[in-house]
């Protein structure tokens, strides 16, 4: 096992010990490689949006863009809900746990309160940009009631991860929350400034809320690398990478 | 500001992850603050000075003060 886990390249070397039996463990890896694929790829979600604008929109037209955006948007909202369900799949671990692992307790707890946070935002998201749904983000009286009662459980969860997180995650939370106002605040009134000699259309609300948690998930990746300066990564964060185990 | 935190951690044989559990923040914090990327709030500092059995000024400076030499008269 010891062997197993010196081994880099080894893809099972974050299955920590005492791990061995049961389908669970079997799984981790599976869970580990799609929560670093999906939360680099929700990190980069206005990266995303340019790409599929330059791949899809050679016209350049308003209608290509907003094609390619919307072409975005879904791989943005599917991104987010894997990554969270996977942050969430690795936090829960069956049966009883090696004591040394006791203490990554208060993480766990924290990564799956904002992975559950993210999943619920991703759905209601999800509803909320359907095109199929006439009129969406305007409360249809069928999903007013089960969207909030979602957001109400997302925002509890998002509580109560905030509650047992450490000052600096609190920091590095409230400042990419300010830092994506400014910016939002900013890009508005630049856009209603520039609406009329530029004839921009209007702002699209849900198309305003996609680009909001599109703006503060890429902050807040921006801030997690430049305070910690460590790539995120969720093995980390809940300490499956025997890397930090003991850093002297 | 300049610390002291990982010579400390050291002399003591502590892993940030042992560190950071006795002082009840996580890892990645306790990185970064050994790193000088994060200054940590009073209470915290107060916490540590307790904790390594010293006063918080022999563990922070200011980023021009030299942590080694003696405190002048």
């Known amino acids: 096992m010891n062997d197993r886990r010196q081994n880099f390249r080894d893809p099972w070397r974050f299955v920590p010990k005492g791990w061995s039996a049961g389908p669970w463990p079997r799984l981790s890896p599976v869970f580990l490689a799609t929560a670093r694929s999906c939360t680099n790829l929700v990190s980069g979600g206005p990266l995303l949006t340019v790409l599929c604008v330059l791949l899809f929109s050679w016209s350049w037209t308003w209608s290509a863009i907003h094609e390619a955006v919307l072409l975005a948007k879904w791989v943005y909202v599917l991104a987010m809900t894997l990554a969270g369900l996977s942050i969430i799949g690795m936090t829960f671990r069956p049966g009883r746990e090696p004591e040394r692992h006791q203490k990554f307790h208060?993480?766990?707890?924290?990564?799956?309160?904002?992975?559950?946070?993210?999943?619920?935002?991703?759905?209601?998201?999800?509803?909320?940009l359907s095109p199929s749904i006439p009129g969406a983000f305007q409360p249809l009286p069928s999903l007013a009631l089960p969207l909030s009662g979602l957001c109400a459980i997302g925002v509890i969860m998002l509580l109560q991860a905030v509650r047992l997180m450490d000052e600096m995650e609190r920091s590095i939370l409230s400042e990419a929350a300010a830092l994506t106002a400014v910016v939002l605040t900013s890009v508005f009134m630049v856009w209603t400034l520039c609406k009329p000699q530029f004839n921009l259309p209007d702002i699209d609300p849900s198309w305003a809320l996609f680009t909001a948690t599109q703006v503060f998930f890429a902050i807040l990746w921006v801030f997690v690398v430049l305070l910690r300066t460590e790539r995120w990564d969720p093995a980390d964060y809940l300490g499956w990478d025997a890397r930090h185990e003991r850093q002297l | 500001m300049k610390n002291r935190l990982r010579v400390l951690r050291a002399e003591r044989n502590w892993s940030q992850a042992e560190l950071a559990e006795a002082l009840g923040v996580s890892r990645q914090t306790i990185n970064a603050i050994e790193v000088e990327k994060y200054d940590p709030s009073l209470p915290l500092a107060f916490k540590m000075a307790r904790l390594f059995g010293t006063r918080i000024e022999d563990i922070f400076s200011e980023a021009d003060e030299d942590l080694g030499a003696p405190a002048r008269a």
């Open chain 1, 106 to 128: 208060r993480e766990r707890s924290v990564a799956r309160g904002m992975a559950g946070a993210v999943v619920i935002m991703a759905i209601v998201l999800w509803v909320l």
